[in-house]
């Protein structure tokens, strides 16, 4: 309300207007995208970006809750709206009309594009230069009547003291804003008038004429539709709520129940209004359904989208972008430099171009696309090989040694997991529902799939081996302690083991009052503990009196009994040693084992990625939370006094983290002079433990306005009032470190801020300013996923079987190790099963993905590779949806490129080796060891002639020339006639 903003005129008239049906005006759109600051790129993911191509145009429009598609006709008309995933980019629901807004506040003229106005600077000074007037929210909203929230007042005189002292800090700094910054803000006095015309009001949500409804926030079911149909008997108007594919099921769903018409609504009024007895459907999100007896309204929440099924999708092999380090599995470690369009015999195909050392270049032919994969490095930190020597094969030939005897470690792991056994544990339903109904939220959708596998797991009769991958904040402790709960009430006992004595303190008081009231004894081993009450704890484990125990290594303890262990929850597990694990797994036999991790370790990614461990994502941010705006800076005065007064003006609390115990001094020394108003509390591990404890604990409880520590803070210490965090010289920490550092602040639902400093005399190494510019991007809720994959990229996913993290990878990169070791894993699982070769196509049809249809190189490239790995026909139907969704109806080119394809795979599980056309005949290379079945399909073919293991036919039998379309004849034949049968006999 205190801020000024851009003239409504100049909104109003940012504004661009889609409907499906209507004409679509290319020029007008490229000016808008222009003037309301949208930026090209080749993917949209982000709010704010546009990708246009011919036929289909993807953008992400700012304050959407995701991106969405214009499909165009042929006439340059709006064929389709859609919303789409950003992460899978494939869609989730149509749209009939999209008004599409700016994505900043420097809205341009067509002056400004052309450069008239400079867009440089602070968004402050930006818009001074851009708008002579900019008025208030108030005259903005014209006669709307404003209600102000109790205790309106008291911010708004907080906000005014952060806006003065910021413009005293910037003076006293020598920085002057041109009066820009006092413009953007209204005066004292300009807000006391607009302030007579409020009223204080409190809002009153929760009406007594509308209640819960039971049963409707799921969703689904039979039992949602009889009850629909019930509630249209009645006259009831039944609103659907909900975004994405779920709530378009949903929708199908009880349109087909009630034989009604779905209609759509954009509000709440528009739904009372409606006819008695409708069906409607409202776009937004609640947590469940409700019924609204006053007017007559059921409103039913469709489940929020779920994305912990598609783990996989998290940890697949990225996308190549231009300028990647890539390996190629036969010529090795090279560099994409660009994907060119070459013409052979008058055709246009694609060809990846890769640098090698020595200005070594080779062209990479897009059926060989499937060849590379990602490095999972930057070019200046790698060593490429060679072309056309042989150290390439011969490390490649001492890797696959290596990667046959960790597959054969993995099998051994793999075949003990399924052959063990383990305590099934299914808690008393009564007591385990009393203990969940104490959790204050609403589960995320995430979470509750992920309590789900958990107590499937520990049901099943097998150990349990589970990985809770979930960012800072997103509901990882209530996972473990639903597992907790499932285990000690139903008589097992439970290890929690976390790094550090603070994070043991804060979970054990944590269980400790969950479990209050339930008969669940609570304990805590830790070097805080006393002696004798560590000795009472080990003798109440060791006879079985005390079901869940709280600590840290010291549990390790050759001293420590259990009576009945059966679960051991790891938090934090990317902060112990392979030593330790293994110490943990000895604690007892058939142990069940919960791992959590915001940003797991690269071993840990792996062993998910090859299927060893379980995983459960947790992406989905609670409400409310919001992200912790991340920015790099240079050691400043003026911001760090700006940012800490304005947290402490507002009633929080402030972190300064440094990466030595040495640097607090100094640290301390300059932050009383730049904020001597400020309660400085230090925390470091040379602290007494108990002095240590009680620093952290004393500021958790409110005490002090900031905590100057290292980053002995940075696991699950939880500081509700704490929403601003400084770390000095960010470049000596780690991607890991500064992520759970981040995680520390904005945990209430206020905005948090992180800001990494570094020394303005210290030039940052590259290496370092990738790692910070990692933290700076992936500022989204739920990013720490994205860290740990770029920390695969940066650091190496190691051996599985040793301690090293770098490994192999370090040698031929994460995509083509994870390939080469999943072959190896099922050759000795099922080591008669051949690997299936490609079968090689020489005829004169090809196909592509033109560059009209697909802009982005390095997305045809990725297009490309996902076509040639595409291992069954389900996989490569959804691939031709994907390419339809995304860029819209496939030209001819890709049509061929499928159809070739399609028979490559067909033919290869028929084992044919090749298809070859000439002029003058057609040829079919069949392999040894097919089957008889397929000999026989071949050879009975009219006029095929057999030349050992090739069959020949006339060129004539090709129709129009067309040898693919013979072939794929001959191969459906096959099919038909085929079935897996014996093995063709070997000839003497």
Known sequence: MLQRVPPAAVIEGSKFDLVAGQRFDRASFSQFVRRAGYVEEGVADDPGEVVVRDGVIDIYPAGAPGPMRIVLSDKDEVEELRGFDRISQLTESSLDRVILGPATEAILTNADINGAVPTSGTMEHVLGRLYEKMPSVVEVLGDAIIHLAPGAETRVERYFSIIEDARQARGHSGKTDNGSARSLYLSRAEWDRYAQGMAVHSLNLEPEDSQPAEGFASGAGKSVGRLVQECAKQGQTIVLTGTGKSVEALSRRLAKATCATLQHVDTWQAAISAEPGSLLKLPCTLEQGFVDRRNNIVVIAAPQNSVTNNARLFLAEPELQIGDVVVHEEHGVGVLKDVQSLYINGVARDA?????????????????????????????????????????????????????????????????????????????????????????????????????????????????????CGDVGFGKTEVALRAAAAVALAGGQVVVIAPTTVLARQHFATFEQRFA???????????????????????????????????????????????????????????????????????????????????????????????????????????????????????????????????????????????????????????RQIVPELAIRVAHGKMPVAALDEAVVSFAAGEGDILLATNIIENGLDVPRANTMFVWRADLFGLAQLHQLRGRVGRSGTQGAAIFLTDENTKLSEEARLRLSTLVENDRLGSGLSISMRDFDLRGGGDLAGEDQAGHIKAIGIGLYQKLLADAVVKHRTPMKDAEEQTFLNFGVSGGIPANYVSDPAVRLHLYAKLSRASSPKALADLEEEFEDRFGEPPQEVKLLFRRTRLKLAASRLGIAKFEAGPKALAITIKEKASLRVWASFAKAENAILEKNRLLFEASRAADNEPLYFFETMVASAQKRCKPGIRKRTRN
């Open 352 to 468: 990846a171009r890769l640098d090698y050392r020595d200005s070594g270049s080779l062209l990479v032919p897009m059926e060989d696309f499937g060849k590379l994969w990602r490095y999972g490095s930057e070019a200046q930190t790698v060593t490429l090989d060679r072309l056309h020597t042989q150290a390439w094969g011969k490390k490649r030939e001492k890797i696959a040694q290596d990667i046959a005897s960790t597959a054969r470690h993995l099998s051994k792991i793999a075949k003990e997991r399924e052959a063990s056994r383990s305590e099934t544990f299914s808690p008393p339903r009564t007591s385990y529902t009393a203990f969940t109904r104490r959790f204050p939220y609403a589960e995320t959708s995430d979470q509750s799939e992920a309590i789900n596998s958990v107590l499937s797991d520990l049901s099943s009769g097998r150990p349990m081996n589970r990985l809770i």
């Open 517 to 671: 009231g339930s008969g669940i004894s609570v304990g805590m081993l830790s070097r805080l503990v006393k002696a004798g009450e560590a000795k009472q704890v080990k003798a109440e484990l060791a006879e079985g009196s005390l079901r869940i125990v709280v600590a840290t290594q010291a549990v390790l303890a050759k001293d420590v009994r259990f009576a009945r262990l059966a679960l051991l929850i790891v938090d934090e597990e990317h902060r112990f040693g392979l030593r330790q694990k293994r110490a943990m797994a000895a604690l007892a036999p058939s142990l069940h084992v919960l791992a959590m991790s915001a940003t797991p370790i690269p071993r840990t990614l792996q062993s998910a990625m090859v299927g060893i461990q379980e995983v459960s994502l947790l992406m989905t941010p609670p409400r409310r939370r919001m992200p912790v705006r991340t920015t790099l800076l240079a050691f400043d005065s003026a911001s760090v006094r700006i940012a800490l007064m304005r947290e402490f003006r507002r009633g929080g609390q402030s972190f300064v983290v440094v990466p030595r115990i040495e640097d607090i001094t100094a640290v301390e020394a300059r932050l």
